[in-house]
């Protein structure tokens, strides 16, 4: 594969100090909307979006939303400090936007969880419940975050983020703890109730490799391809984009050599490129995705040339 960026469609510093984790539902015709969050002073996310025009290889910005569509919940939920979102899809008419849910503790720096919210009129978003839709279990008893949810053939298939194990080692890294995470498989009926597999999809594959993050999943030809984010490869700490592939949905390959994208030598994804979301729109291949600061720089985006 080979992407050719197009820079910031969406950058910082004007109407969002954060613009991370761009997830896009497709609206009518060539307008899709842009799901993101983005961070008040007290570093809690709420989940905003616009809409863009996607035609010819090029995006451009209709409008934003005058608001958020959904804030962080109330006191003590799993959600109270902070949403950020994964995934938006149709179901019956309405909907369904799959987020996680942040809450501080103390032992480590936050759990996570993921929640769902409904909108029955296209805009106006409303819990399903004040409870996870699916929490810490048997096989990810650590952390829940991050889905990524299709439909075929009326199963509900679910890739998300599983928490391994939390690890501390001294004064280095995050409050001197690091987070293991890889990449899961569930199905359902409704895209509520989940059966959840016990083996990972993907799995870490370098030495010093600790987070999986964020699948994106595409069926083309039989083949489903998936797009996720990894830290400490081969190519240094912070984030770079992964991609692997599967003729089942369950069992992967990795084929991060082929993933087409890589850092800038300058600018706002020179440090770290992180979260895509991968559309096939037109006969093309589009890629939104965050670079420096975890979304801290914008949400840019890049074509794809070569398969």
Request: charged share 25%; glycine share 10%.
């Given at each position: 594969m080979k992407w050719k960026k197009r820079g910031l469609i969406f950058p910082t510093g004007i109407v969002a100090t954060y613009a991370s984790l761009p997830t896009v539902l497709k609206m009518q015709g060539n307008v899709f909307r842009v799901f993101y969050a983005s961070r008040d002073r007290n570093n809690i996310s709420s989940?905003?979006?616009?809409?863009?025009?996607?035609?010819?290889?090029?995006?451009?910005?209709?409008?934003?939303?005058?608001?958020?569509?959904?804030?962080?919940?109330?006191?003590?939920?799993?959600?109270?400090?902070?949403?950020?979102?994964?995934?938006?899809?149709?179901?019956?008419?309405?909907?369904?936007?799959?987020?996680?849910?942040w809450q501080r503790w103390n032992s480590v720096p936050f759990n996570f969880a993921i929640g769902l919210a409904i909108s029955e009129d296209g805009g106006t978003f409303k819990r399903y419940r004040e409870v996870p839709i699916i929490d810490r279990n048997e096989y990810s008893p650590f952390l829940i975050a991050s889905p990524f949810v299709i439909c075929e053939s009326g199963?509900?298939?679910?890739?998300?983020?599983?928490?391994?194990?939390?690890?501390?080692?001294?004064?280095?890294?995050?409050?001197?703890?690091?987070?293991?995470?890889?990449?899961?498989?569930?199905?359902?009926?409704?895209?509520?109730?989940?059966?959840?597999?016990?083996?990972?999809?993907?799995?870490?594959?370098?030495?010093?490799?600790?987070?999986?993050?964020?699948?994106?999943?595409?069926?083309?030809?039989?083949?489903?391809?998936m797009w996720f984010s990894y830290r400490a490869g081969p190519k240094g700490?912070?984030?770079?984009?992964?991609?692997?592939?599967?003729?089942?949905?369950?069992?992967?390959?990795?084929?991060?050599?082929?993933?087409?994208?890589?850092?800038?030598?300058?600018?706002?994804?020179?440090?770290?490129?992180?979260?895509?979301?991968?559309?096939?729109?037109?006969?093309?291949?589009?890629?939104?995705?965050?670079?420096n600061g975890y979304g801290r720089t914008g949400i840019g985006y890049a074509v794809l040339e070569e398969e």
């Amino acid at each position: 594969m080979k992407w050719k960026k197009r820079g910031l469609i969406f950058p910082t510093g004007i109407v969002a100090t954060y613009a991370s984790l761009p997830t896009v539902l497709k609206m009518q015709g060539n307008v899709f909307r842009v799901f993101y969050a983005s961070r008040d002073r007290n570093n809690i996310s709420s989940i905003y979006h616009f809409e863009v025009t996607i035609e010819n290889g090029r995006c451009e910005i209709l409008k934003h939303s005058k608001g958020p569509v959904l804030t962080a919940g109330r006191l003590a939920t799993f959600d109270e400090h902070g949403v950020t979102p994964s995934m938006a899809i149709y179901v019956d008419g309405k909907i369904y936007l799959y987020y996680t849910g942040w809450q501080r503790w103390n032992s480590v720096p936050f759990n996570f969880a993921i929640g769902l919210a409904i909108s029955e009129d296209g805009g106006t978003f409303k819990r399903y419940r004040e409870v996870p839709i699916i929490d810490r279990n048997e096989y990810s008893p650590f952390l829940i975050a991050s889905p990524f949810v299709i439909c075929e053939s009326g199963i509900f298939r679910m890739w998300y983020v599983g928490g391994v194990k939390w690890e501390s080692y001294g004064s280095q890294g995050e409050d001197g703890i690091k987070h293991y995470y890889n990449i899961r498989y569930a199905e359902s009926m409704d895209g509520i109730r989940w059966t959840l597999y016990p083996k990972p999809c993907i799995d870490f594959r370098y030495e010093n490799e600790y987070a999986i993050a964020r699948p994106v999943v595409l069926k083309e030809n039989g083949v489903y391809k998936m797009w996720f984010s990894y830290r400490a490869g081969p190519k240094g700490s912070t984030y770079r984009i992964g991609y692997a592939e599967s003729k089942d949905g369950i069992h992967w390959v990795r084929k991060d050599e082929f993933v087409g994208i890589d850092v800038s030598k300058v600018g706002w994804d020179s440090e770290m490129i992180c979260y895509a979301y991968v559309i096939k729109h037109e006969n093309k291949k589009y890629m939104f995705y965050n670079g420096n600061g975890y979304g801290r720089t914008g949400i840019g985006y890049a074509v794809l040339e070569e398969e």
